[in-house]
């Protein structure tokens, strides 16, 4: 959602990332401040249970969660910043500016 005067990103993985990777990337993230409790199963953004939606989900969540502690989107190289809103569905990417 664009507010006037603000910007927002949001940290997705990298589609050119391998899903081993992106594994490794997601464990850590859900290890280290992420809440992954969304992208479990019966939760609003396990669909699509892809490893690249489940990282996207939990890169976010970490980052928007310690990037005020110095956290970047990074992950090994597995993550990327963007300025469009990922969310789907009843899936919400929370942005914390």
Known sequence: MYVEGQFHDWCIADEQTPDDE???ALKWACENGA???????NQPCYL??????????????????????GASCYFNSAALLTANDPSHDACKFEVIP
């Open 48 to 69: 699509p249970n892809t490893v690249k939606e489940h990282a996207s989900y939990a890169f976010n969540s970490y980052y928007q969660n310690m990037k005020q502690k």
């Open 22 to 24: 992106l594994v490794q």
């Open 35 to 41: 809440n992954c409790t969304k992208i479990q199963e």
